[in-house]
């Protein structure tokens, strides 16, 4: 089974930059579209950005365009997201998951980890 560990969260302030590393194992990195989503205090998980298996292809929510950075290393089973010029409306626990091709959604059948903490402050 594919798994999935988030890392590089922590304390920021605002105009700041993070990276955050999604470790994958158990399976074909290269195959997997993967997606990083967040969720803040009181409120859904929403979507921030995906990437496709070779990292052709990237796309991001309006509110993260131009400020955040999904990258790949496949040969380091490993997913980036470099967030630059953050704000205090960034803070969330970030996630990532695998998402179906071309879309924001997650398999049913996926779990979610624990995420990585990201606190801008003002």
């Known amino acids: 089974q594919v798994q999935l560990v988030e890392s590089g969260g922590g304390l920021v302030q605002a105009g700041g930059s993070l990276r955050l590393s999604c470790a994958v194992s158990?399976?074909?990195?290269?195959?997997?579209?993967l997606a990083w989503f967040r969720r803040a205090p009181g409120k859904e998980r929403e979507f921030v950005a995906r990437?496709?298996?070779?990292?052709?292809?990237?796309y991001y929510a309006d509110s993260v365009k131009g400020r955040f950075t999904i990258s790949r290393d496949n040969a380091k089973n490993t997913m980036y997201l470099q967030m630059n010029s953050l704000k205090p409306e960034d803070t969330a626990v970030y996630y990532c998951?695998?998402?179906?091709?071309?879309?924001?959604?997650?398999?049913?059948?996926?779990?979610w980890g624990q995420g990585t903490q990201v606190t801008v402050s003002s």
């Open positions: 998951n695998t998402v179906f091709l071309g879309t924001n959604i997650v398999p049913p059948r996926r779990s």
């Open positions: 158990g399976g074909a990195l290269s195959t997997y579209t």
């Open positions: 990437i496709t298996g070779s990292g052709d292809s990237t």
